[in-house]
């Protein structure tokens, strides 16, 4: 690990801590202490000095890609100037990067969501990162990831928080009716054997965003709002960890129960014209199945919905 980061492990684990005593313990000197904890600070870490006490961490927490490797089991590829970390990961992949492989980065500059929608990356408050998979099997037997991730994501956010977010079909997290996550997933298909090679699973996380651009302000919303209980690692690790042990069926099991859509009134788009109709059921494919108000049933195995009720 780097000094700034072992520094930021220090300050996690004490009220205080002298600048002397931190370089005694890394064996470096003050002056490296001093640009630590000047990097620390430009990476979104409010640091209080006090004069004869030390340093001590106010807000803000540090991505540490070393412990997030040795917690997963994988290896994660930390970014710290990034476009998108979906990009980084389909760069890597063409020059044969090793999978499962997490991709992370503090901030991107160009994140964009489904559809090539943008997506709005704050500079410190965000968790954004790309998971690197290679299923190879036919597309008919491709699990449902996006299904898998959110229902890994709400798990992850119930356990360490306590708080229930929701899934709006098909890949947005929502917090007392804002968003506050989504997720972009994109395959690779080999033309010569039809198998799909690569998996690429995309999340963009608000989690501790205190404000947003004016015409997100009514859409958007944040995990956390005020000092967070948990760190952005933490919920990371916890995530991906549910991801790989969870059986598939019982994560989708969880998408179903935390639907915002199932049983609901519901738009959505066919042949340039709007439509309506109610929600009956949600496949494991993840796949809603719907009644027209003709009484027919279709399913709808791609778009997007709007909750009538919004």
């Known amino acids: 690990m780097k000094t700034y980061e072992h520094i930021y492990q220090h300050l996690s684990e004490n009220t205080f801590i002298s600048g002397e ?17 000047k990097t620390l600070e430009e990476q979104g870490i409010v640091i ?19 412990a997030i490797s040795q917690a997963l089991k994988i290896p994660v590829t930390y970014l710290s100037v990034s476009q998108s970390t979906q990009q980084d990961a389909k760069t890597a992949a063409l020059k044969g990067a090793h999978a499962p492989q997490l991709y992370l980065a503090p901030y991107q500059t160009a994140a964009r969501g489904r559809l090539n929608r943008y997506f709005h990356a704050d500079s410190h408050g965000g968790i954004y990162m790309t998971l690197h998979l290679k299923p190879n099997c036919s597309y008919d037997h491709l699990p449902a990831y996006t299904v898998l991730v959110a229902s890994s994501i709400v798990k992850a956010i119930a356990r360490l928080t306590g708080k229930s977010p929701d899934i709006k079909w ?4 929502f917090l007392e009716g804002k968003k506050i996550a989504g997720i972009l997933s994109e395959a690779v298909t080999s033309v ?15 989690f501790h965003i205190l404000s947003f651009p004016e015409d997100l302000k009514e859409i958007a919303g944040s995990l956390f709002t005020e000092n967070p209980t948990i760190t952005r690692q933490e919920l990371i690790c916890e995530i991906w960890r549910l991801f790989f042990t969870i059986p598939e069926h019982d994560l989708i099991k969880i998408y179903k129960e935390k639907s ?3 049983n609901k009134q519901v738009t959505y788009e066919q042949d340039g014209k709007t439509m309506t109709a109610k929600v009956l059921s949600i496949t494991d494919q993840g796949h ?17 919905v709007s909750l009538s009720s919004w």
């Open 48 to 66: 209080e000095a006090v004069k004869k006490k030390g340093y001590r961490i106010i807000s803000g927490n540090l991505l540490v890609p070393k």
């Open 170 to 173: 098909v890949n947005d997290i």
């Open 192 to 206: 010569e054997t039809g198998q799909v090679t690569d998996m690429f699973i995309g999340v963009g996380l608000n």
């Open 288 to 304: 809603l199945i719907l009644k027209t108000k003709d009484d027919k049933e279709i399913t709808l195995t791609g778009g997007e």
């Open 21 to 37: 005593k931190l370089a005694q313990e890394l064996k470096v000197s003050r002056s490296a202490i001093w640009k630590g904890i």
């Open 260 to 262: 915002l859509v199932l």
